[in-house]
């Protein structure tokens, strides 16, 4: 379940380089930092693709929240001439 909290790139970043860096275990930096140790394995796994695959994934997931927003926004609207249609067709 996702508690919705969002961290920076940076904070990431800097969470992965102490344990890839400067030796610190995963357990050990996820407790002082408050996160689970799951969020900081994607982390290391995110981080250590070359930048290319970075920066497409980054994109892709872009992607993929505008088209959820924008289906979102489209049901909505289907819904709500759905419900109009209805009323139409009840009042002829």
């Given amino acids: 379940m996702s508690s ?8 990431k970043r800097d969470a992965v380089a102490q344990v890839t860096d ?8 996820a407790e002082r930092l ?5 969020s900081l394995y994607d982390w290391k796994r995110l981080f250590q693709k070359p930048a290319k695959e970075q920066k497409q994934a980054a994109v892709d997931g872009a992607e993929i929240r ?3 927003a924008e289906l979102l ?3 909505e609207e289907r819904d ?13």
């Fill in 4 to 11: 919705g909290i969002r961290y920076t790139e940076e904070f």
């Fill in 34 to 38: 408050g996160v689970s140790t799951k």
């Fill in 73 to 75: 926004r489209i049901t």
């Fill in 66 to 68: 505008r088209l959820k």
């Fill in 80 to 92: 709500i001439l759905k419900k109009a249609t209805a009323y139409f067709a009840r009042d002829a």
């Fill in 22 to 29: 400067r030796g610190y275990s995963v357990k050990e930096v």
